[in-house]
């Protein structure tokens, strides 16, 4: 860095932000990255419980929520798990598969942070930490001047990779998207993403003591559905298939959880009152979901009998409370635990291809500061290292 200035400034010193300056300073750009935290790759480091589910292999649009649900392709279709594979290997880090092609750390997430900076380090990015940024500016001659504790630093170029707004003790800021503001973009309606759902009332009452029971569910909102447990918390639900759904889930809207997924919820029960006549309800469904989840049940939303018992009407009650249980989400858990941001900086004033912005030349956006939302499994880093390296390549 000359006098303050260097060509590009990276504002945020995660996955995205770290994979951009690498990708950029490798093209032979002087590049600067300023993270307000202690340290760059908090999030990277707490994800995956400590092991960071790095990618997924399965990785295509359709795993994405924004407005504009087409603004994800290019980059994802350029940078695909594949590349980052090939970066993970070549640093010889241990990883494996988990379910539905989530790759993990066979140790830890220490060793990606490690392997980002490795990569920033040997093509001379400089990364400055604990450095809040105070103000941004554009001069006359188009380039951004950026107040900080290291003074007044000039760039032509400008990259925003601030994150969200989830974990804010872990350094995340509203201040990617004051920015985008300042620099009149429009910035689409935030909410926590990937978060527990809350119960109240009789809800939460008739779960008490539960907290820890897990079962596989189908939890469907908003027109989509996910198969996969659900936990119950002290609070509410929680568990990937509630984490899943929750991203598409509004207060207000409807839950539908199916209790017997993949079952056809009647037939099952029209077997038992063949086959299994003198056996009780609770005691049946306990052979499919653990045994005070089924108990819980039969206590407060269904009648346990044996089944001989049952009329066809009531038979078919059951089946319907089974495949949509009636609960009642009041709320989510928020930013405190959320894993992301939904909503954000609007991709129609970004472009797909450089993520330049296209009301100020030079300017950038990355990473999960855009309204790109991934699911649960990889799919959020997928899209840091994506639209990092497309940027990187752009600066
Ligand atoms: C607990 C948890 C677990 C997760 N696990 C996974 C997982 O296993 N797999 C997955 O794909 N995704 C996971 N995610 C989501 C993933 O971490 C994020 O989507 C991803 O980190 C977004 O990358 P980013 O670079 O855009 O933002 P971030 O990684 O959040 O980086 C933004 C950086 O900008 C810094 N910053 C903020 N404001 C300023 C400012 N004013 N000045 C300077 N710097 C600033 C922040 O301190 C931060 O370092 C997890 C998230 C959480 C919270």
Not at 1 to 11: D, F, L, P, W
Not at 38 to 41: A, F, P, Q, S, T
Not at 313 to 334: F, R, Y
Not at 370 to 395: P, R
């Given at each position: ?11 945020g010193?995660g ?21 307000r935290a202690?340290?760059?790759?908090k999030k990277?480091?707490m ?115 601030s994150g969200g707004l989830s974990i804010p003790s872990m350094g995340a800021s509203g201040f990617g998207y ?12 935030t909410?926590a ?142 930013y405190r635990?959320a894993e992301v941001t ?25 990473g999960e500061v ?26």
């Open positions: 860095m000359r006098n303050g200035h260097v060509e590009v400034a990276v504002i010193g996955a995205a932000g770290l994979m951009c300056a690498m990708v950029a300073a490798a093209r032979g750009r002087r590049v600067l990255v300023l993270e202690n340290r760059v790759g990277i480091l994800s995956g419980g400590g092991r960071c589910n790095f990618t997924n292999t399965g990785t295509g649009p359709e795993n994405y929520l924004s407005a504009n649900p087409h603004f994800c392709k290019s980059a994802l279709a350029r940078y695909t798990p594949w590349h980052f594979l090939e970066l993970v290997e070549r640093h010889r880090i241990a990883w494996h598969e988990k379910e539905l092609g989530q790759l993990f750390c066979d140790e830890s997430s220490k060793l990606i942070v490690r392997m980002l900076l490795d990569e920033c380090a040997k093509v001379g990015v400089r990364i400055e930490t604990e450095c809040d940024i105070t103000a941004v500016d554009v001069a006359d001659d188009g380039r951004f001047c950026i107040d900080s504790r290291l003074g007044r630093t000039t760039a032509e170029r400008l990259v925003v990779a004051e920015l985008a503001r300042q620099f009149g973009h429009e910035v689409l309606p909410r993403g990937l978060v527990p759902l809350t119960l109240s009332g009789k809800h939460l009452e008739r779960l008490d003591g539960l907290s820890g029971v897990s079962l596989e569910v189908e939890a469907s909102s908003g027109g989509a559905s996910f198969r996969n447990a659900m936990l119950v918390t002290h609070r509410g639900i929680s568990g990937p298939a509630i984490l899943q759904v929750s991203s598409y889930w509004q207060p207000g809207d409807a839950l539908r959880l199916d209790l017997l997924p993949g079952e056809d919820a009647l037939a099952l029960l029209q077997q038992w009152q063949r086959q299994r006549r003198e056996a009780e309800l609770r005691t049946l469904l306990s052979e499919t979901m653990p045994r005070r989840f089924a108990q819980r049940l039969c206590e407060h939303w269904l009648q346990s009998r044996p089944m001989k018992q049952y009329t066809p009407a009531q038979l078919q009650q059951i089946a319907d409370t089974l495949a949509a249980w009636p609960i009642v989400a009041s709320g989510t858990e928020g635990t939904l909503g954000g900086v609007d991709t129609d004033g970004v472009s797909s291809s450089t993520f330049e912005s296209r009301r100020v030349p030079g300017l950038h956006f990355i855009l309204d790109v939302t991934g699911w649960l499994g990889g799919y959020n880093f997928q899209w840091a290292w994506a639209s990092g390296h497309a940027a990187g390549q752009a600066v």
